[in-house]
């Protein structure tokens, strides 16, 4: 599961309806509804993404927040390193490897650490 189908699925069960429901609000089929809260899919289009905030009535932080969650919950990753350094390319090829080895708090670790040291200047 994905941190964008994890938010979906919370914000679905609080609504109180069924994936087959939420399908036929947004004119999707219950499969690919099940498949994105399940990290089967990729990230939903801009459109679909829109839909989702109407049909959950959210505005503001809320929406931008299930932005960013889409935007960074595509379960098949693509790391292209080349221009880079080695150091970056023997990273992602590490990560790649051994992500599935790494605990919890050592991902929220490293997710906050690369959050904290890349943030975007405004």
């Not at 941190?3 to 979906?8: E, K, T």
């Not at 098949?76 to 390193?81: G, L």
């Not at 880079?84 to 599935?100: C, D, F, G, V, Y």
């Amino acid at each position: 599961m994905t941190p964008f189908g994890l938010r979906i699925r919370e914000l679905r069960e609080q609504k109180g309806v069924s994936q087959k429901e939420m399908a036929s609000a947004l004119g999707v089929s219950p499969a690919y509804l099940s498949a994105l809260e399940h990290g089967r899919r990729g990230t939903p289009s801009w459109p679909l993404l829109q839909k989702m905030i109407g049909y959950f009535n959210i505005i503001w932080d809320e929406a931008e927040e299930l932005g960013r969650l889409a935007h960074s919950s595509d379960p098949k990753v693509v790391v292209d390193t080349s221009g880079l350094s080695p150091k970056a390319t023997e990273l992602a090829n590490l990560l790649s490897e051994r992500i599935s080895a790494l605990d919890e708090a050592l991902m929220d670790s490293f997710i906050a650490q690369i959050r904290e040291n890349t943030a975007i200047k405004k």
